[in-house]
């Protein structure tokens, strides 16, 4: 059974920067999406950074040229880098794994970005 697991949130300052992880345990095959969701207090989960495979990315506005998403094969790991943070990036992220027929979520990490 695919199982994903983050790491890499935690408390940081406004303008700071983080890196987000998040691994396969098991075998995942034909991978259509990676990508990483965010859910704030009071509100809806939303996509903040995917990865269409093979190489198209895909931002919500606000975090656009500040969030980088990537991904390691060899690892079946991926990445969300956020640099510039802000206080409205505050919130639990998810990832996600979309197979053709299978759709894995990690279990989220919080992000608290406050001085």
């Known amino acids: 059974q695919v199982q994903l697991v983050q790491s890499g949130g935690g408390l940081v300052q406004p303008g700071g920067s983080l890196r987000l992880s998040c691994t396969a345990s098991?075998?995942?095959?034909?991978?259509?999406?990676m990508g990483w969701y965010r859910q704030a207090p009071g509100q809806e989960r939303a996509s903040v950074a995917l990865?269409?495979?093979?190489?198209?990315?895909q931002y919500e506005a606000s975090v656009q040229g500040r969030f980088t998403v990537s991904r390691d094969n060899a690892k079946n790991t991926v990445y969300l880098q956020m640099n510039e943070l802000k206080h409205e990036d505050t919130a639990v992220y998810y990832c996600r794994i979309r197979e053709i027929d299978m759709d894995y979520w990690g279990n989220g990490t919080l992000v608290t970005v406050s001085s």
């Open positions: 098991g075998s995942i095959v034909d991978i259509v999406t």
């Open positions: 990865l269409i495979l093979p190489e198209t990315t």
